[in-house]
């Protein structure tokens, strides 16, 4: 605002003692001369209504803002969604930041997530969504500024050199942060980087080592990755901040620890070991490196038999019986398609449509049979993010995983012939979708699941997160099919992030 807003003089209030539903009391205030108007501390009706505001300082004045919700990020394509085009508002993801992101690991390029289980694992979703974020950012941002060290016309070939010394090279680098480079060892050596930061201008030493460790920080400047063994030509990105903050917030539980810190510097770069190094690189982005790095995992990590990216930890659901570990995910099959379908887009390898197809096959099975598959009131098909019995009909999972069909279906479509399974099992679930959605409109909010239903369990009501999720879901197939049921919940469920509820009798 430019100037600040006329306010009539405040009444003379005086204490007052407000009870709660016969059960708690409260300090408040009471206009001077009035029956009614009574003012509430905010901080009660904030966790009271689960409503959200801030304080914010103009030039000038202060002004209360109030809130409803506290997410308003929603998807809103300027052109009807493509799977060649950015996945709904993933540019704004950072996926390599979240806090139950262990780190980006040194052999596989690609996230470890500790979200069920401290030691960290691959997590298909988390993967899929780290590569997408960085797809859609390459469409959106600016090209980045790079600058090259080494790209010499024969490989250096670093030779025999002392571990404890190794060949440096300064690099004192300011802007970019972004590390890349080409890498073929012959023995087991290191590549060190030294950071100069803002940590009352510490340095920290990043270890990147011909070794299967995660990661290991000393707790005083040294922090290690590990590379593997790196016998062959292999492309290398890394993110110094992202390799920084995770290192040094690196502890024993779920969650690592926030760390605020910027580098100042990138110093010096130190090779140790036998091999090849070329293309050393500093830049201010590498999102199609890691966005090949997502992509391969999920190619090669496929199981060959059902085609499913199977999750290694048990999962649990307030409910349900615990999920074993090696169960397969909709919302992860239908993530993964999405990123293959991108894959061949850019890389023009036949080996996506491969996987695309196998990807299919959890889609015609039940749990039961490991696969996804589930039918409400034996009439509408799903397919589950959790695997649980009974069905417990998560709504976002279940959408994730018709826009990775759609994905597929409109790549064959644009550069093949249609494809009838993949048609079918895209129709059948838009068919339910749209059959369904009434069941997940709590008439102030989203539900996340029908477990209500399911097992009588207190309804899952959707986080403001999830709710607007919800919503961008649904602009995205709006936006290919135009289907007014779809524009009918966008409108409402939009309207509950600002107050508005369905109405009473």
């Given amino acids: 605002p430019d100037e600040p807003p006329r306010s009539d003089a405040l009444p003379s209030v005086s204490s007052l003692e407000c009870l709660i539903n016969d059960q708690q009391t409260v300090q408040c205030l009471k206009a001077a001369g009035t029956d009614g108007q009574v003012y509430m501390p905010f901080d009660f009706i904030q966790n009271y209504f689960e409503v959200y505001g801030k304080m914010k300082h103009y030039d000038g004045y202060d002004r209360f803002e109030f809130q409803q919700s506290y997410a308003k990020v929603i998807y ?23 806090d139950r992101v262990k780190c980006i ?4 390029g690609v996230p470890l997530s500790t979200q069920w289980h401290i030691q960290g694992y691959y997590y298909g979703i988390q993967i899929a969504q780290f590569g997408m974020s960085h797809y859609s950012k390459e469409l959106v941002q600016r090209p980045p500024t790079k600058q090259v060290y080494e790209n010499a016309e024969d490989s250096i070939q670093v030779i ?72 062959h030509w292999r492309h290398i990105a890394r993110d ?20 605020r810190i910027n580098i100042l510097k990138v110093a010096r ?7 090849f190094i070329d293309n050393i690189t500093l830049s201010t982005s590498e999102h199609l490196s890691q966005f090949h790095d997502a992509s391969q995992w999920i190619y090669l990590n496929q199981d060959e038999e059902t085609g ?43 080996k996506y449509i491969v996987a695309l197809s196998q990807a299919m096959l959890p889609f015609t ?9 589930a039918v409400f009131m034996d009439k509408y098909t799903w397919y589950e993010e959790y695997p649980t019995e009974p069905a417990s009909f998560v709504l976002n999972g279940f959408m994730y995983s018709l826009i990775g069909l759609y994905d597929f279906k409109a790549l064959l479509e644009d550069k093949f012939e249609s494809y009838e399974l993949v048609t079918r ?66 409108d409402s469920w939009t309207g509950y992030l600002n107050g508005k509820v369905a109405k009473h009798n």
């Fill in 105 to 108: 690991s040194g052999i596989t």
């Fill in 308 to 350: 499913g990216w199977k999750n290694e930890v048990e999962r649990r659901l307030e409910g349900y019986k615990p999920i074993p570990a090696g169960w397969i995910s909709a919302m992860g099959q239908g993530q993964g398609m999405s990123v293959l379908s991108r894959a061949y887009h850019v890389f023009q390898n036949p």
């Fill in 160 to 231: 025999s050199i002392p571990l404890g010394s190794g060949a440096a090279l300064i690099l004192g680098n300011t802007i970019e942060h972004i590390l890349s480079f080409d890498l073929k060892m012959i023995t087991n050596g290191s590549l060190s980087v030294v950071l100069e930061t803002n940590d009352k201008l510490k340095q920290y030493t990043i270890h990147y080592i011909t070794s299967n460790i995660v990661i290991d920080f000393d707790h005083k400047s040294n922090i290690y990755y590990g590379l593997g063994a790196s016998r």
């Fill in 425 to 490: 099992l895209y129709d059948d679930g838009m068919t339910s979708l749209k059959a369904m959605l009434p069941l997940y409109d709590g008439g102030s909010r989203t539900f996340y699941d029908l477990r209500h239903f399911m097992v009588q369990m207190p309804p899952n009501i959707a986080r403001w997160d999830y709710h607007t999720t919800h919503i961008s879901q649904l602009v995205l197939l709006y936006s290919v099919t135009k289907d007014p049921v779809f524009k009918k919940y966008i």
């Fill in 76 to 98: 809103n394509p300027k052109v009807p969604y493509s799977y060649t085009g950015v996945f709904m508002t993933f540019d704004s993801y950072n996926v390599e930041a979240r």
């Fill in 365 to 373: 099975k039940f749990p039961h049979e490991g696969g996804v598959r």
């Fill in 240 to 259: 110094l901040l992202t390799d920084l903050k995770k290192g040094i917030g690196l502890t024993d539980t779920r969650q690592a620890k926030k760390v």
């Fill in 269 to 275: 770069l130190t090779v140790r070991g036998s091999g």
